[in-house]
């Protein structure tokens, strides 16, 4: 079974950094893909940045390219996003997904497992 724990939200100034992460664990996640996705109140789910575990390619939302970076550590099994420059506008829930398809799909719906997300808020 398959479970992904999310941690590392809190508040923050705008302009500020902070890092999220994401503990994956019950299978052997070498050729999964990772993604991460966020949820303001009242909005869709909406992509923010994926990474293959395999090859390490990435791709990231126009909203937060240049700003968030995503990565992973094998050894510890978690997928990071590190986000700087943050602004109001990235308050959301922030939440992890895994699938076993190795793609960078930027679709909520080709993601199998799901984190239960880790609050992150921005203040201006």
């Known amino acids: 079974q398959v479970q992904l724990a999310e941690s590392g939200g809190g508040l923050v100034q705008a302009g500020g950094s902070l890092r999220v992460s994401c503990v994956a664990s019950?299978?052997?996640?070498?050729?999964?893909?990772m993604g991460w996705f966020r949820q303001a109140p009242g909005k869709e789910r909406e992509f923010v940045a994926v990474?293959?575990?395999?090859?390490?390619?990435?791709r990231y939302a126009d909203s937060v390219k240049g700003r968030f970076t995503i990565s992973t550590d094998n050894a510890k099994n978690t997928v990071y996003l590190q986000m700087n420059s943050l602004k109001p506008e990235d308050t959301a829930v922030y939440l992890c997904?895994?699938?076993?398809?190795?793609?960078?799909?930027?679709?909520?719906?080709?993601?199998?497992?799901w984190g239960q997300g880790t609050q992150v808020t921005v203040s201006s």
């Open positions: 990474i293959s575990w395999r090859g390490g390619a990435t």
């Open positions: 019950g299978r052997t996640f070498s050729s999964y893909t």
């Open positions: 997904a895994a699938t076993p398809r190795d793609n960078l799909w930027t679709y909520a719906s080709r993601y199998d497992y």
